[in-house]
């Protein structure tokens, strides 16, 4: 499971070991903060439930291409993104305050962000991301899953390192691809506007597109879809009646005016049958940088789509009910190594 961990990011790896899956480790990349704190935040919510038993590999620091400094450049020419994820300006009086790092030297650790804790563990530093889930699926040939709620930085370079990596595996599911978003960016408020910012792809199109053109047997894109349930006042009120670390923290840190992004995609990996409304299409990632369109999906019909491309299973329409159900009750109920040996 690869993703930009945070305070309150843990529920994708709950609902995954909740649904029976076993996680055979989390990798981290830079998304919303650099990579190197974001594998610490991982490593500190695997603590806070007991969960230290699942590994952290740091994976890929920086994108293939993208720096702080190109995506400001390219903003200055198409306009600014409401978020701008570890490529926002550094503010040292917000990281005082408690915000995860941006820009400035990607390496440097904001500990005043371990609202859940500073670790005491450390990511293991044995390999790279990429690289074990290389090996991961050599090992568990069509029987792995990979999971990218982040940058798709480490996922890229595991395809480019091996030519059979994205065969060999299960499946790739994305919290990422918005489509047919351009007009809520121009006339919804700032948050809306927040909500189509497709940074995850964003922070590093080469990579986006690499992954998102590689040949797994199945790649399901939750774009549109991870912004339609949110933690309602109701949820909220419901899940901290169970008091644990993850239940707490949850009510404490996450914002409730967020949807349930990366949670979203989690579940769809468990249980695809929570999509009541999805297609299938070709899919491209624009990789030009003189585009105002720079790290954004394209979509295609087969008999219309350029070489290069394949099919993907996109979801527009999610069960909310059964999704908040299974959000609550890893949280509520969540594993700990003890249940996994």
Same mark, same amino acid.
């Given at each position: 499971m690869d993703n930009d961990w945070s305070t309150a990011g843990f529920v994708p790896f709950l609902v995954a070991l909740d649904g029976d899956i076993d996680v055979l480790a989390l990798a981290s990349d830079t998304a919303n903060s650099w990579q190197p704190q974001v594998a610490l935040h991982a490593v500190a919510t695997l603590e806070a439930g007991n969960l230290s038993c699942i590994p952290v590999y740091p994976g890929a620091t920086w994108p293939l291409l993208n720096t702080p400094h190109r995506f400001h450049a390219w903003e200055a020419m198409h306009g600014d993104l409401a978020w701008q994820g570890a490529f926002a300006p550094e503010n040292k009086t917000l990281e005082a305050e408690g915000?995860?790092?941006?820009?400035?030297?990607?390496?440097? +650790?904001?500990?005043?962000?371990?609202?859940?804790?500073?670790?005491? &563990?450390?990511?293991?530093?044995?390999?790279?991301?990429?690289?074990?889930?290389?090996?991961?699926?050599?090992?568990?040939? &069509?029987?792995?899953? +990979?999971?990218?709620?982040?940058?798709?930085?480490?996922?890229?370079?595991?395809?480019?390192?091996?030519?059979?990596?994205?065969?060999?595996?299960?499946?790739l599911v994305i919290m990422g691809g918005y489509v047919d978003d351009n007009m809520l960016q121009a006339t919804g408020s700032i948050l809306q506007a927040d909500f189509q910012s497709d940074i995850n792809l964003m922070i590093d199109p080469e990579a986006s597109k690499i992954a998102l053109t590689a040949d797994f047997p199945q790649i399901t894109i939750t774009g549109n879809v991870a912004n339609q349930v949110f933690p309602d006042k109701e949820f909220m009120k419901d899940l901290i009646?169970?008091?644990?670390?993850?239940?707490?923290?949850?009510?404490?840190?996450?914002?409730?005016?967020?949807?349930?992004?990366?949670?979203?995609?989690?579940?769809?990996?468990? /249980?695809?049958?929570?999509?009541?409304?999805?297609?299938?299409?070709?899919?491209?990632? /624009?990789?030009?940088?003189?585009?105002?369109?720079?790290?954004? +999906?394209?979509?295609?019909?087969?008999?219309?789509?350029?070489?290069?491309?394949?099919?993907?299973?996109?979801?527009?329409?999610?069960?909310?009910?059964?999704?908040?159900?299974?959000?609550?009750?890893?949280?509520?109920?969540?594993?700990?190594?003890?249940?996994?040996?």
């Amino acid at each position: 499971m690869d993703n930009d961990w945070s305070t309150a990011g843990f529920v994708p790896f709950l609902v995954a070991l909740d649904g029976d899956i076993d996680v055979l480790a989390l990798a981290s990349d830079t998304a919303n903060s650099w990579q190197p704190q974001v594998a610490l935040h991982a490593v500190a919510t695997l603590e806070a439930g007991n969960l230290s038993c699942i590994p952290v590999y740091p994976g890929a620091t920086w994108p293939l291409l993208n720096t702080p400094h190109r995506f400001h450049a390219w903003e200055a020419m198409h306009g600014d993104l409401a978020w701008q994820g570890a490529f926002a300006p550094e503010n040292k009086t917000l990281e005082a305050e408690g915000n995860d790092p941006t820009s400035g030297n990607p390496n440097r +650790i904001v500990k005043a962000a371990f609202k859940e804790g500073f670790p005491k &563990g450390r990511p293991n530093n044995s390999t790279s991301a990429a690289n074990f889930m290389v090996e991961m699926v050599r090992k568990y040939p &069509g029987k792995v899953s +990979i999971y990218s709620a982040g940058s798709l930085t480490n996922v890229a370079l595991a395809v480019r390192m091996d030519p059979e990596f994205a065969s060999l595996a299960k499946d790739l599911v994305i919290m990422g691809g918005y489509v047919d978003d351009n007009m809520l960016q121009a006339t919804g408020s700032i948050l809306q506007a927040d909500f189509q910012s497709d940074i995850n792809l964003m922070i590093d199109p080469e990579a986006s597109k690499i992954a998102l053109t590689a040949d797994f047997p199945q790649i399901t894109i939750t774009g549109n879809v991870a912004n339609q349930v949110f933690p309602d006042k109701e949820f909220m009120k419901d899940l901290i009646k169970v008091h644990n670390p993850y239940t707490e923290l949850f009510y404490k840190y996450y914002d409730p005016s967020f949807p349930f992004w990366d949670e979203t995609a989690a579940a769809l990996m468990v /249980d695809p049958s929570l999509a009541t409304n999805q297609t299938s299409v070709y899919l491209d990632v /624009d990789t030009s940088y003189g585009s105002p369109n720079y790290g954004n +999906i394209h979509v295609y019909q087969k008999a219309l789509s350029p070489p290069g491309v394949r099919q993907v299973n996109y979801v527009f329409q999610v069960d909310g009910d059964r999704l908040k159900q299974r959000i609550m009750h890893a949280m509520q109920y969540p594993r700990s190594c003890a249940d996994l040996h």
